[in-house]
């Protein structure tokens, strides 16, 4: 999964892209997948070779193989710039794979990147290990680039190499849109946002129609307020007005101007209006607006009235933070177990509770965290251009961007 989200992120920036594999395919029809059995590892052929190295410690055995695996590479690597191996020059897996591997760095044939994930070496029971031909697994070569998965990685490698020179920390990331399961809808829709919403602070959704009793004022109030308090915030409107009603008419003309005079426009978004690649509108269904829920960091109701509730129940069940309106319907759906607030208290009142609210809770900061740091957009942008400048124009001042 992880090769698979890398490969897709690469394709998405405009990269050729090709995964090379010993075992499986099918499983995307977007990237191209090359299958080669010799790369597998757990063929009956590299099984075999590992257990008579493992009796006679000699590597002449598999140097058939190695070359075979080499002209391979070779061959299904030549109009590519870069090979990236996961884990496969640190683990005991594939001895004759990890070999041609350091064979086509020392000659030059292609840029390798070793994605180091995990080593045995990390562990008690690597002794089997400590001598040929396995010691490879612990060799740091000088033609490779190194990424290890996190800090605490990088100094394990560190320990294990001697050596941290050409070492980057490359965390693995999350796909929020896939995980999450978004609709394509949603996605389509949020495109031209998404990396506002990644890179905000907060994200508050509002799901209400375009009507005073929604009281939407206080929200730009409120949004306002937060921004002034150094928040990078967004306010998700899914409403839309009733071209029917006049009154829904001149409310949502009002809403746009105050938004304006408030200089919020492009904090507050009114999806309702928000137009597609082709210039189109999009119905905002039911689960799109769940979809909302999902990628917001909370659910804010400031209604002035209201017969009931539903949003609030919809939140609850999805576990998003909600702070409302103290009115009855709210306060007897709730039972005390949201964040209210008095219709006469200042937007800069209510803007404290929230920040007190979401900084309180370690649930709210971790899914944060993770949609601005380790969602792939953002480590494509911040750790992998880097990378790839760096290994297409080796210099200090470039490798030095990577960490």
Same mark, same amino acid.
């Given at each position: ?201 907060? $994200? ?81 269904? !039911? ?74 809770? !370690? ?5 944060? !965290? $993770? ?33």
């Amino acid at each position: 999964m992880v090769v698979l989200q890398q490969a897709r992120m690469l394709k998405k920036y405009g990269h050729r892209v090709k995964i090379i594999a010993g075992r499986g395919g099918g499983v995307s029809t977007d990237v191209d997948i090359e299958i080669h059995p010799l790369l597998s590892s757990s063929g009956d052929e590299i099984a075999s070779l590992h257990s008579e190295m493992a009796k006679t410690n000699d590597t002449g055995a598999m140097e058939p193989i190695v070359q075979l695996v080499e002209r391979f590479l070779a061959s299904s690597t030549k109009s590519f710039d870069i090979l990236i191996a996961h884990n496969v020059l640190t683990m005991p897996y594939n001895l004759p794979f990890t070999y041609a591997l350091h064979s086509i760095a020392n000659k030059g044939l292609i840029n390798v990147v070793s994605w180091n994930h995990d080593s045995p070496y990390f562990y008690n029971d690597y002794h089997d290990l400590d001598k040929l031909p396995w010691q490879i697994l612990r060799h740091k070569n000088e033609n490779i680039h190194y990424v290890c998965i996190s800090e605490s990685r990088k100094r394990d490698f560190a320990k294990l190499y001697g050596s941290e020179e050409n070492m980057h920390v490359i965390p693995n990331g999350i796909d929020p849109e896939y995980f999450l399961d978004l609709n394509p809808s949603t996605i389509r829709l949020l495109e031209d946002i998404r990396l506002s919403l990644y890179k905000a602070d907060l $994200v508050m959704v509002q799901p209400a129609r375009l009507h005073p009793r929604k009281n939407i004022e206080l929200s730009v109030m409120v949004t306002k307020a937060l921004l002034e308090k150094k928040v990078d915030t967004i306010l998700l409107l899914t409403g839309a007005y009733d071209p029917h009603e006049s009154e829904s008419i001149t409310y949502y003309k009002r809403l746009k101007e105050f938004c304006a005079y408030m200089g919020v426009n492009k904090r507050v978004i009114f999806l309702s209006e928000h137009t597609l690649g082709d210039r189109t509108r999009q119905a905002l269904h !039911r689960n799109t607006v769940r979809d909302l829920y999902l990628i917001s960091d909370v659910l804010f109701m400031p209604s002035s009235q209201e017969g009931y509730g539903l949003p609030l129940l919809e939140a609850g069940l999805l576990k998003l933070p909600i702070i409302c309106s103290r009115i009855p319907p709210f306060t007897e759906i709730s039972d005390g177990n949201v964040c209210l607030f008095d219709l006469d208290e200042t937007p800069e009142e209510i803007a404290d509770k929230i920040i007190d609210m979401v900084s309180s809770s !370690r649930s709210s900061g971790m899914f944060r !965290r $993770v949609i601005k740091e380790y969602n792939l957009d953002s480590i494509y942008t911040k750790k992998v251009i880097p990378l790839l400048e760096a290994i297409s124009l080796p210099s200090s001042d470039a490798l030095g961007k990577i960490n």
